[in-house]
């Protein structure tokens, strides 16, 4: 490393040039030592600085000698500049011993540089297994950090993953309809898993087959749906687990599922199609469900061909259960839907049923009250007239032919009621007159009506009251007669030969009576001031056959078909009989052994029993004599479009002394209370006229005639239903009289009226409504 020594100039002829070079020689080594001198100290000072801040190196001592070394080394060049001088010979005494001094230097640095550098190779030695091992560790790091990284990478695709699934999922859930559900889920799932194809296969109807119903790129329009058997055995692997299942490319759903033949690895997962059925009752746990098949196709680039990762399939199986879930749900919408469109069908129907049934209500209501006016208004002539012809002088004779003609009459009148308010019994509007009469007179009229009858087919005819029954009651006399003359009317009409007989008598509460035998249960109930009477009516006729009993009293119900050729009659006596038996708090039944063995019609009706006997019946006797006094000289006005009707009223009125004044329409009406002084006291209105109709001039009478010159307004009809009689008090009427009206009728009509007017109470409730 150092050098020898300095040159001195050669012998000969260019010994000047030859000590330049060797001056210039001896310079460059000296610059060289310098600066090899410099750059030896400052590596010491670079690894000082690296040891001293290097916290974690494991081999400082190594360093540190290795640093001696090199310093060791820069001295040895350093000591070697001061070699390059005058040579020994040349120097004097004195340089020579510096020249001495710097050799020995140089020769002990030589010798430590040498032991340090012993030192230092055999320290590195040891320590090179030791930085070998370093050196497998920091591999293996790096192996691991490397592994680490991957794993990051996945955990990251995971979560990537993770994050597509929910929005999958959100997007799947946030419809309800079964088709974008599918497509969403097969758009979602491409972009997500970038795959190549996507392919839904739904059970066909008959469930022996799938069909490829939804697929990512339409195909052109299939001439027949592509299909794949359920038997195939692919799709059997798939249904029977609910894991998603890798499936070869080759197999038939594989085929069908790979049009364009680019395809890669495939997988496939079922979709359980729950039905509403299946959630009956909750959550289903075990349900026989029918399954879709989702496939799954991952693109086939030649070189790298990519396949399914695990995380890729826990993937599908996440989004095959939520599809499940959004597609029950979509189930359980249709099925509602279906349910809605199905009750607004219904309910369409109800519509046109109910409006129907309302215009076939109009039109009955229509036909019957055109067959109420029709009717009743020759009864009203004929109750009317022959009433008046009653008060005539008359031979004991022709009074004897007016009063059956009057009791007729009124009899038919009441069955014409009683046919067309058939409608108002069912619904229950109708109600019994409770009124005081004397029970044995009604019961012997009723005797007095039927015998005849009975006599006349040769039949002999029994009628015994029973000494008990009550001479005075409340009831509904019309209603109890009406009741006994069809019964009895029945047995007469039911028996050829032989007998019929009526027995009343009053009900005994003990219970040792005959009940009815289909309905044991009923009995009459105790009750202060009310009584029962029962009336058996038993005949030798035609019979009835068990099984036929229980319908009889349903209306327009005969026992035998041919009954209404051969006997007449509609199949609604008992029917309407039954009704006001029940009206009346009572029973009716029919026994009979058989056809041929005769029959026995019973019932029972509760009255209300009259404690003071005459002072309630002798009322009307005395009311129609307060009736003649308080009628005399008053002002009526009739108004009526039919001749008949306004004779037979003014016959009536004329009858009871008032003053009356006959009009034909609506507008003569008017007229005729407009003019001055007219002073009518009450206004007989017929609601059905042409032109202006009743309605229309009590209205306008309202409006156009001063308060204290207007009549009491009462309205004359045919119209027995509530409806009418409503809409009159509605629009102001004073009352409503029904037609046929007879004489008395009228009478108390119209003294209600008078009376009502006096305590200045009459009104809707206190009007005179038969
Ligand atoms: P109608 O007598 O008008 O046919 P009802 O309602 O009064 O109608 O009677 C219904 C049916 O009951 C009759 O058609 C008849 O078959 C049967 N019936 C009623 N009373 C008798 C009776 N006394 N004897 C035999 N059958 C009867």
Redesign the pocket.
């Known amino acids: 490393m150092a050098a020898t020594g300095s040159g001195t100039p050669a012998a000969g002829c260019n010994c000047e040039e030859d000590w330049g070079l060797q001056e210039l020689i001896t310079r460059c080594q000296l610059a060289s030592d310098f600066l090899i001198a410099l750059a030896y100290f400052s590596i010491p000072l670079e690894l000082v600085y690296f040891v001293s801040f290097s916290h974690v190196f494991p081999f400082r001592w190594v360093i540190i000698q290795f640093g001696a070394f090199i310093v060791l080394c820069g001295l040895t060049h350093f000591i070697s500049i001061w070699t390059y001088g005058p040579r020994d010979k040349d120097l004097g005494p004195q340089e020579r011993d510096v020249s001495f001094l710097i050799i020995l230097a140089q020769t002990i640095l030589k010798i430590a540089t040498a032991l340090v550098s012993c030192a230092t190779a055999i320290t590195l030695v040891h320590i090179i297994p030791e930085l070998l091992h370093v050196k497998v560790r920091e591999l293996f790091l790096k192996h691991k950090a490397a592994e680490l990284d991957r794993e990051m990478g996945i955990i990251k695709t995971q979560e990537e993953a993770g994050r597509h699934v929910r929005m999958l999922t959100h997007e799947i859930r946030s419809t309800l309809d079964r088709h974008t559900i599918l497509n969403t889920t097969l758009v979602e799932l491409v972009k997500t898993l970038n795959l190549e194809n996507c392919t839904i296969w739904m059970p066909n109807a008959e469930g022996n087959a799938l069909e490829l119903t939804h697929e990512l790129e339409r195909r052109l329009v299939q001439v027949f749906p592509l299909t794949v058997s359920a038997a195939d055995p692919t799709v059997q692997k798939i249904v029977r687990t609910s894991q998603a299942v890798v499936i070869e490319p080759n197999c038939e759903l594989g085929k069908a599922s790979n049009h364009r033949h680019l395809a890669g690895a495939m997988a496939a997962v079922r979709l359980p199609l729950l039905h509403v059925s299946n959630f009956k009752g909750g959550t289903p746990e075990v349900v026989s469900a029918s399954y879709a098949i989702l496939v799954l196709v991952l693109p086939g680039e030649s070189g790298h061909r990519r396949t399914w990762r695990p995380h890729e399939i826990e993937m599908v199986e996440v989004v095959a259960d939520q599809v499940a879930v959004a597609l029950s749900h979509a189930a359980v919408l249709e099925d509602s839907q279906r349910t809605r469109d199905k009750l607004v069908e219904q309910n369409k129907a109800l519509q046109q049923a109910r409006q129907e049934a309302e215009t076939a209500i109009r039109a009955r209501n229509d036909f019957l009250a055109v067959m109420n006016h029709e009717m009743r208004t020759p009864m009203h002539a004929i109750i009317a007239l022959s009433s008046l012809l009653h008060e005539g002088n008359l031979s004991s004779e022709q009074r004897g032919m007016v009063d059956t003609v009057v009791k007729s009459s009124s009899l038919l009148s009441t069955l014409i009621n009683d046919v067309l308010d058939f409608s108002r019994l069912e619904d229950g509007s109708l109600h019994l007159e409770m009124q005081p009469f004397e029970l044995p007179t009604v019961l012997r009229e009723a005797g007095n009506l039927a015998k005849p009858m009975a006599k006349g087919k040769g039949l002999d005819f029994l009628f015994d009251v029973a000494a008990d029954v009550p001479t005075y009651v409340i009831g509904d006399e019309k209603r109890l007669l009406q009741t006994m003359l069809?019964v009895i009317g029945?047995?007469v009409?039911?028996?050829k030969t032989g007998s019929v007989s009526v027995v009343v008598s009053l009900e005994r509460l003990d219970g040792f009576v005959r009940r009815d035998p289909r309905n044991p249960g009923w009995c009459p109930v105790p009750c202060d001031g009310f009584v029962y009477i029962r009336i058996v009516v038993k005949?030798t006729?035609?019979?009835?056959r068990e099984n036929?009993i229980p319908r009889?009293f349903q209306k327009f119900?005969?026992?035998?078909s041919t009954?209404?050729r051969r006997?007449?009659?509609?199949?609604?006596?008992?029917?309407l009989c039954k009704k006001f038996v029940q009206l009346m708090n009572g029973h009716i039944w029919?026994e009979?052994e058989g056809l041929g063995k005769g029959?026995v019609?019973t019932f029972i009706v509760r009255l209300q029993r009259l404690s003071s006997s005459t002072s309630e019946i002798e009322r009307p006797i005395w009311e129609e004599n307060l009736n003649k006094a308080t009628l005399q000289g008053l002002k009526v006005l009739v108004t009526d479009d039919n001749s008949v009707n306004r004779i037979v009223t003014r016959r009536l009125l004329d009858r009871l002394g008032c003053n009356t004044t006959v009009v034909e329409s609506g507008h003569q009406c008017l007229a005729a209370l407009s003019q001055p002084g007219s002073g009518f006291k009450v206004l007989l209105l017929d609601l059905c006229m042409p032109e202006m109709d009743g309605f229309e001039v009590a209205m306008q009478i309202k409006q156009k005639v001063r308060p204290e010159d207007r009549p009491l307004v009462v309205a004359l009809t045919a119209n027995t239903d509530k409806g009418t009689c409503d809409r009159c008090y509605q629009i102001g009427m004073d009352g409503v009289v029904l037609k046929p009206i007879s004489l008395a009728e009228m009478s108390n009509t119209l003294c209600n009226l008078l009376q009502n007017l006096k305590s200045s109470s009459y009104g809707p409730h206190n009007g005179t409504v038969r």
């Open positions: 069809n029945n047995a009409k039911f028996t005949d006729g035609l019979g009835v036929d009889l119900v005969q026992a035998d009954t209404t006997y007449g009659g509609t199949g609604l006596g008992l029917a029919i009979s029959s019609v």
